[in-house]
Each structure stands twice: as C-alpha cells, then as structure tokens.
C-alpha cells in the first residue's frame, strides 16, 4: 500500500475544495496532488490495498453533520442520508414497512460487520465487480486497455459476469441495495462544488459502458451524494426482493430481483422490475413491467414475465446458468406480491 495523507472534512464545501479526482480518472493515470473520497472506505481501501489506487491525499466525509439522517414522511416520502450505514437502513421499522424489499436487500447485503461500515452513499458509488477489472496485472477497457479479458482471454473467468448489456464490459455493479431503490423510483441528491445541487432519478444515476466505459455513475470528481429520496408509497404498494448467491453465507450476488407493484384485488396496476448482476449497471426489465401490466399476479403470468426478461439476454461462455436462475427468482419475487 502507498502512503497518503489523510483530511478528515468539515463540511460538504471542505471536503471538495480537497478532491481534484475522481477514482475512475486515478485508474488511467496517476497526478501529484490526487485525492478521493472516503465515506465507510470499505471499497476505496480495496483498491489502494491491491495497489491498484494510488491517491497522495484521502478526504474523509464520514463524518460531515447532517449526512446521517432518515426522515420519513406519507406526503413527501423518505430521505436517507448518503452517510447512513447499511446496520442503521437494516434497523429502521418505517423502511421496513413502506419499502419493504430495500430493507430486505439491505439484509442481504454484505456481513453485518461490513453493514456496519458501509455507507449508502459508498454502496451506491463503489465501482463494479471484475476480477480483471481489479487486477492490478489486466488493462481492461476500463482501465484504458485495448481488451475484455473476461470475453477475450483464452479461457476467460466469467461465470459471475454480466448477461445483459454486456457489448464491451461484462463486469458487474455489486450494490444490491442500487436494484431495490430502483425498483422504488429513487433519486440521488448530488451537490457540486459551486453548492448547486441537481436530483438525478436512479436510472440515470448509473452509466452503461456504451455511454462512458470509463464511468459507472454520473458522478465527478467535484461531487458528493448528499442523499437518497424514495417517493411516498401509496397504500396498495407491495414489494419483494430475491438474491441468489452461491453460498449461503455472505458472498456476492449471482443474481438479484426487486419487484415493485401497485396491486389491487390480486391484479398488477404497475409494475417495477428492476435486476441486479445481471448488466454492468442495475437493470430495470421493461420487458417483464411490460408482461405485468393490468393483468393478473398468478404462476402463468409471472412464468412469461421471467422469460420476458429473459430474452434480451447474451450469456457468455461460462454463465449460460444464469438465465434459467433469474428466470426462477424473478418468478418467485413476483409471486411473493400474490
């Protein structure tokens, strides 16, 4: 690990008149003077511990006031905090109760001594998941490399890696937390280092590798999540989510769902499916809302959902299994709405 300074941060305007870089722009080329953020750290320091960061100076605004807030109100919805922990998101009965399946991805994310680290704001930013990617030996198209290894390489590792969306990048977003916010039509509050702030609904707050295969959100280097807003349910919302990971216990998520729906008299109103470790970003199966839509929640129609969402997928040469696992989850997560 190199050595770097470290700036424990006042306040939001503090802590970015300290950053000039973001993560993704360190990954090209290393500049005197480079600084990032760390919120719980649980991913930055990943990358500085396989030598693959390389910052001179690490900013942190965990501990910058107002950022460890939920506040729940029926009118306007809930706010979390960018510096809320994934143990405080776990603990919290209104969550729990109006957005169910965020409280169960929650769960299910990580080891409750990493839920006790990890910041939404952290888990939400932390970049995807590709042993290549992560290599410090493998200049990948994400590292302004010439390759996929993952695609490419004789005998390339890939049997975690993406389905869907996969033209260039195969890799994977890990935040399990990113599908079922999703599914709930969240928006992400960015302030900039002029203190404007702009709202970006969650959709657009993750970039494909068709966009910028540089970038996995919107984020620059002069910003900072300052929060997480959930629209207010109404009163006929249910929801669920499913992961399925190799093991029982922690590991990363082979395949995730978070469906939500507006339900009346046992039929679907509107739906919300949204996939995780499926594509390199969250992805939300317009194909399977479109099969839910005003029609009955029952085995026929969430079996035509599944393989809905299905069809667009691109298996590589070792993960052809997860198209018949998502199918599965994807049928169960629905039901779970009946």
Known sequence: MNKF???EAKSL???????????SEQLYASSNGAAVFKSGGVDVFDWVKEGILKPEKIVNIRNIPGLDKISF?????MTIGANVTLAEIASNNEIKENYLAVHQAVNHAATPQLRNMST???NLAQRNRCWYFRSVEHQCFRKAGDRCFARHSVNGENENHAIIDNGSCVSIHASSVATALMAFNASVVIVGADGK????????????????ISM?????????????????????????????VARESYDWSLGDVAV?????????KEASIVLGAAAPTPYRSRQAQEVMQKVSINESNAEKAAEAAMSVARPLSKNAYKVPLFKSIIKQAILELS
Request: hydrophobic residues 35%; negative net charge; charged residues 25%.
């Open 197 to 212: 702030k702009r709202t970006i609904a969650m959709d657009d707050f993750f970039v494909s590798a068709a966009q910028d």
């Open 5 to 7: 300074s470290w700036y």
């Open 260 to 268: 939500v729906m507006e339900v009346s008299g046992g039929n679907c």
């Open 120 to 122: 939404l704001g952290g």
């Open 216 to 244: 996995e959100t919107v984020l620059t280097a002069k910003e900072i999540i300052t929060n997480i807003i959930l629209p207010p349910p109404s009163k006929n919302t249910k929801s669920a989510y499913v992961k399925h």
């Open 13 to 23: 305007e503090d802590a970015l008149e300290h950053v000039n870089s973001t993560v």
């Open 73 to 77: 109100d029926r009118k306007d919805g």
